[in-house]
């Protein structure tokens, strides 16, 4: 799980190459400055605990999280794909209740709580998931220049 959660946050640091070109390492869709290295982006994620307990007992930088456009960017498709992976179809409705708990600040036990009664033994790890992933979007928001 560690490690699909180290992949899941790299692979939204990383944008995949358009088809045929060669894309730089780092891209940003919100400012033309340019982001963290990957040395830099992998020292953030490492930085992430993996544990749950340790993981939801993180402060959330809310203000953060909801300024620089992280929960609909990036948070809101990956949670639309793991919910067609875990439930087999897009579940449009649940990704914006996950969404709506985000911006609601709602603890990530509350969070993993809810999603339980449709996710069942999944929900833990979809929610350690999305944790890791919102602390590394604020992180790297935070060490990307404005």
């Not at 490690?3 to 940003?28: D, F, L, R």
């Not at 793991?82 to 449009?92: A, Q, R, S, T, W």
């Amino acid at each position: 799980a560690d490690v699909e959660a180290a992949k899941a946050a790299k692979a939204a640091a990383e944008p995949p190459p358009a088809s045929g070109s060669a894309a730089p390492a780092a891209t940003s869709s919100s400012s033309a400055a340019p982001g963290p290295s990957s040395e830099e982006l992998k020292a953030l994620i490492s930085s992430i605990p993996t544990k749950r307990d340790e993981l939801y007992a993180c402060e959330v930088e809310w203000e953060v999280a909801l300024s620089c456009g992280a929960l609909e960017e990036r948070i809101r498709p990956w949670v639309s794909k793991k919910m067609e992976e875990y439930l087999g179809e897009d579940e449009p409705t649940l990704v914006n209740f996950v969404l709506d708990k985000l911006a609601a600040r709602t603890a990530a036990a509350e969070v993993e709580a809810e999603v339980a009664k449709v996710l069942d033994e999944e929900a833990e790890p979809f929610t350690v998931k999305l944790w890791r992933m919102l602390l590394f979007e604020i992180k790297r928001a935070k060490a990307t220049p404005s």
